[in-house]
């Protein structure tokens, strides 16, 4: 739903940049610096704030750098730790090995099922907009697209989304939270929707943000790759609360038999370095639950000032937000770059829309600052 306006003032500019800054301190080994609107006017950043992919600003973490230095003595090998790894991801999401694969970024993996739902003529199924890497490579090798448009609401429609299926749709995929629009689809609803629809199809369900969930309405679906349904797969990746945009680890779910066509179409191509990476920081909840706290603080300095000005937004349930901006957001973008911020491309059809991405606490503060000079 849009969030009413109400102010949040005081929650921005108060405990919210104060708390937790010796935790700062000590899992990132620097100091931080701390605002509040009683401090002076924040001065333009010599380097780009990157709001625009949703990345995480504080990652990777030290345990994973460390994972990695100590890894390279063993660069000159081939083969990995992939097995360490898979009985690790076992034991946190509950599901057998056998049902886990491996891919550099869950790219790859979107890559290969949009490869996948091409082999046959017919249709793949998605929201928009959306995250559209896997409907993408499945329309280039000859698939047809079939878009439904998000609701009213802004939400995924699911309703229209079974409607849309025909006898010849090889796979929905569903994105959940979603992206570029940071909702997320109510979880009895979507179990529902997927016990029916995988009878005869692939669900893809591209769970990438789902660690920064905090909705009592969201569920991941791991549960119904735990208990062996096939024509299920969820994508997961290292990319966002791990740090690991550029690193590249991403993994699937699923039963072995999709797991077997899936691999087929992948290169295993996960460097070794990454792989060690990946295996320490999966165990480093501290990281992880840090790196959500800093995103909550950064989110409520944003979404406070969409409710002290009114602003038209969607609730996010991720690490960016989906606000309108009122005019092009090309315009919006360049505005923004020459105040050293960059944000989000355009998504159609929502083109007076801007997704910003959730940077640091201060870096916030100063996009705040800098919309109120130019719009408040």
Not at 216 to 230: K, Q
Not at 312 to 329: C, L, P, Q, R, W
């Amino acid at each position: 739903m849009m969030n009413p306006v109400m102010s949040r003032r005081r929650l921005l500019m108060g405990a919210s940049l104060f708390g937790g800054a010796a935790a700062l301190q000590s899992m990132t080994g620097g100091s931080v610096r701390l605002l509040n609107s009683a401090m002076a006017e924040i001065g333009a950043p010599a380097v780009p704030i990157r709001m625009s992919s949703n990345e995480n600003p504080w990652g990777p973490s030290k345990l994973a750098i460390a994972a990695m230095e100590q890894a390279f003595d063993q660069s000159n090998l081939y083969g990995g730790i992939a097995g360490k790894i898979f009985e690790l991801q076992s034991r946190i999401e509950g599901v057998p090995a056998s049902h886990i694969t491996m891919s550099a970024g869950s790219g790859e993996i979107l890559q290969a099922a949009g490869v996948l739902a091409a082999l046959e003529p017919g249709s793949v199924v998605a929201p928009y907009p959306t995250f559209s890497q896997s409907v993408r490579a499945a329309e280039s090798l000859g698939a047809e697209v079939i878009n439904v448009p998000v609701g009213e609401d802004m939400h995924i429609d699911l309703k229209a989304m079974y409607a849309a299926i025909r006898p010849d749709t090889r796979m929905v995929y569903l994105c959940n939270p979603n992206n570029p629009i940071p909702s997320i689809i109510e979880k009895k609803a979507l179990e529902d929707f997927v016990r029916t629809v995988a009878k005869d199809r692939l669900v893809f369900i591209d769970e990438a943000y789902y660690e920064y969930v905090d909705n009592p309405d969201f569920s991941s679906m791991m549960h119904l790759v735990a208990e062996g349904l096939n024509n299920v797969l969820i994508a997961r990746t290292a990319s966002k609360i791990h740090g690991f945009a550029g690193l590249r680890v991403g993994f699937g779910f699923a039963h072995p038999d999709v797991l077997a066509k899936l691999n087929r179409v992948m290169t295993g191509s996960v460097n070794i370095l990454a792989e060690h990476a990946a295996y320490a920081s999966y165990q480093d909840s501290e990281f992880q639950d840090f790196s959500r706290m800093k995103n909550k603080e950064g989110l409520a300095i944003l979404e406070g000032m969409y409710d002290e000005l009114g602003l038209k937004y969607v609730k996010s349930n991720a690490n960016f937000s989906f606000v309108e901006t009122g005019i092009d957001v090309r315009e919006f973008q360049q505005a923004m770059r020459e105040h050293n911020i960059l944000v989000g491309r355009p998504f159609e059809p929502f083109t007076r829309w801007a997704r910003i991405s959730i940077a640091k606490p201060e870096e916030m503060s100063y996009l705040v600052q800098t919309y109120k000079k130019l719009y408040g």
